[in-house]
Each structure stands twice: as structure tokens, then as C-alpha cells.
């Protein structure tokens, strides 16, 4: 008995080990991401995000003014030992062990620099202000200069998905409620021929249908606005969604229709009255996958909304970012940070009943 226990407690452990390093490895990202988004541009071009926590590094503890004439094509006198401005741009170990390095090229500016400890803490909250407002801010290279660039106004994009995602997530859940209901205890005709071709949609690749669907939505006048991009959604998601209501509401224990029918009440009595609260867990499940799948897509927008502004949503925005200011890193990090602020918030709000819901109709009795 010992030795058995001994195994599975040494097996609990091992698992929680690698758990514990898996969520680490997929955590680090994220708070690097994190940390990024509240770091000047400067210092996000000069140096990486773990360098926020004490680390060694070399340190400036004086600095040269060269003269304003200087000519950097010719070789530069600095303590009286001559260095090139290659030399200067890579930094180059002086005689007393210091390193010597640009500071500022055009001012002529060099910084002494001797290892140390040092900390990269300086946050400000610019790079949301440049992407949720779209105003204009300098930028300062890592040679010192200025150049002033015009943010992105993600605001109006962040309205646009929120208004997307949510009736796309409820519209789905709600006739997957329904139909997963009818399914598991009404008898009607074909029921099982139907149930067969609602999960044999689920292996249908959605690229299959975008194409003739968005003709019949150009047909209808649908491209372009969100009514279009619901139904969208809704026929996409609805197949996953009724075959895991399904699973769950098909377990629900038989006396309790049984029960209600004796009591007079109706179909949809029983559905709004007994279906509903007991399925909780399942539906908030498969919410957090609609949202979550709804909320980072980004093809079925780019097809039934199209790439007007006043209709794309985030990932359609960021993407066009990332197209624009590839190398404007503190914009990006700001605004991928902003398209997760909607799914980690619903996610935390419904996770107590996610396990519930995975586990639903899996153990009948």
C-alpha cells in the first residue's frame, strides 16, 4: 500500500511539474508582451523587456563631448587613442577597461561605460495613448534624434469587435440550445438523420464555404456590415456548439422531463425553465470558445466585412499594423495587448464553470 502511494504521489507531482513548466513557457510571451507595452520606444529598440529586472550590464559613468566639427570619416581621438566610428557604433574597450560608445553620434556625444547593475524600469503609458487615440508623438531613436509619427486609433476597431463578437457568440449558443434539446428528447421525423448531417458539418473546412457564401451575401447586400458577418459566425459556429450541447443535455437525468410533462408544462417551459439553468456550465464552455474564436478572427471579417475602417475590427487593424510599422514595436505590443484584454476578462469570469462544462455528460449517472 505504501509503495502504491508512493507511485501515485510521485506521478501527481511529476504531472504538476510539467504543467507548471508548460503554463511558464506559454506565460513568459505574454509577460514580455506586457512589459513591452510599457516601455519608451527607445528602450524598446535598444533592449529587450527582460532587462526591467536587475541584471548586469555596463553602465555609464561619465561622458565625452567630442568638438562639433568632428569629422567621423577620419579616424576620432578619444583619450588619446584614435578609434573609428565603426569601432565607436559597437562600443570598444578603453585602456582602463571601460567601454567606450556612441551616445549620441550627431551631437558628437560618447558614453564611458563600466559594468555594473542597472535596472530598464522606466514605464509610461504613451504607447496606449498612440494606439488608442491616434495622436501624434516623437519618437526617439536610438541615435538620439526625433522624428514624430501619428498613432493608431484602435478605439473605433475595439467597438467594432466587441460588437461583432457578442452577438455572434449569443445567436449561435442560443439556437444550438434548441436544436441540441430537440435532438436529445423530442421525437420527430429523420432526428437522427438531421443529428448525423449537423456533425458531419464539422468536418467541413470553413475555407470551403467562404466563397459561395460571400456571393449569396453580395446577392443579398450583406457584404460589408454586421449583419452579414453575424450570420457569418453563427452558421460557422453552429454545428461545434449543438453537438457539445448535446452531449451534455442528452445526460440530463429522464425523470425530470417526465416530471414536468406530468406537471402540464410545455416544450419551451421545460427548455427556459429546467434546460437553461442546468446547462450553465455547458454553455458558458462552449461562450468562452465562440467569443474566443469570434474575438481573434480574422478571415471571415476580411471576407464579409471588407477593409472598410469603419467596419474592421481589431485583428483586421493590427494586422494592417503590422503591414505599416513592422519596426514601430511599441505600437504593436500596445495594441496586441489590448486585443486581449476582452478574452482573458471573459475568460476569468466564466472559468469556474469550464471544467463543469468540459466534463458534462462525459460519466452518465
Known amino acids: 500500500m505504501r509503495r502504491r502511494k508512493s507511485r501515485r504521489t510521485g ?7 510539467i504543467l507548471a513548466v508548460i503554463c511558464l513557457i506559454w506565460l513568459i510571451p505574454t509577460v514580455g508582451l506586457l512589459v513591452s507595452s510599457f516601455r519608451p520606444a527607445s528602450d524598446i529598440l535598444k533592449t529587450g523587456w527582460w532587462t526591467v529586472a536587475p541584471h548586469r550590464e555596463n553602465v555609464t559613468k561619465d561622458k565625452i563631448q567630442l568638438p562639433k566639427d568632428t569629422d567621423l ?28 560608445v556612441w551616445e549620441n553620434r550627431r551631437a558628437r556625444l560618447i558614453d564611458i561605460q563600466k559594468p555594473g547593475w542597472k535596472m530598464n524600469a522606466d514605464f509610461t503609458l504613451d504607447n496606449y495613448k498612440g494606439v488608442l487615440t491616434g495622436k501624434t508623438y516623437k519618437l526617439v531613436q536610438p541615435d538620439g534624434s526625433e522624428r514624430t509619427e501619428k498613432g493608431s486609433n484602435l478605439s473605433r476597431a475595439f467597438l467594432n469587435t466587441i460588437v461583432v463578437s457578442i452577438p455572434a457568440t449569443v445567436i449561435p449558443i442560443l439556437i444550438a440550445s434548441f436544436a441540441a434539446y430537440a435532438f436529445a428528447w423530442l421525437k420527430f421525423p429523420f432526428r437522427k438523420t438531421l443529428f448525423v448531417m449537423v456533425i458531419m458539418l464539422l468536418v467541413v473546412p470553413l475555407q470551403v464555404a467562404l466563397i459561395p457564401v460571400s456571393n449569396d451575401f453580395a446577392a443579398l447586400g450583406l457584404n460589408g456590415n454586421f449583419l452579414g458577418i453575424w450570420i457569418a459566425h453563427a452558421g460557422f459556429g453552429l454545428p461545434l456548439a449543438t453537438y457539445f450541447m448535446y452531449s451534455y443535455i442528452s445526460q440530463l437525468p429522464k425523470d425530470l422531463f417526465e416530471s414536468a410533462y406530468m406537471d402540464g408544462a410545455t416544450n419551451f417551459t421545460i427548455f427556459t425553465r429546467l434546460i437553461l439553468p442546468l446547462a450553465v456550465p455547458s454553455i458558458a464552455s462552449i461562450s468562452i470558445f465562440q467569443f474566443l474564436w469570434v474575438w481573434n478572427d480574422y478571415l471571415v471579417s476580411l471576407i464579409f466585412l471588407g477593409g472598410q475602417e469603419s467596419v474592421q475590427v481589431l485583428s483586421m487593424r493590427i494586422a ?18 489590448v486585443s486581449m484584454l476582452m478574452p482573458l476578462a471573459v475568460f476569468f ?17
Open 73 to 100: 570619416r577620419q579616424p576620432i581621438e578619444v583619450q588619446g587613442k584614435t578609434y573609428t566610428d565603426a569601432e565607436l557604433r559597437k562600443g570598444v574597450k578603453a585602456p582602463d577597461g571601460s567601454t567606450l
Open 11 to 17: 506521478s501527481k507531482t511529476l504531472v504538476n511539474t
Open 320 to 337: 494592417n499594423m503590422v503591414g505599416s510599422r513592422g519596426d514601430a514595436w511599441h505600437l504593436l505590443t500596445a495594441a496586441a495587448f
Open 349 to 365: 469570469g466564466l472559468q469556474r464553470y469550464f471544467v463543469r462544462g468540459l466534463l458534462g455528460g462525459s460519466v452518465k449517472g
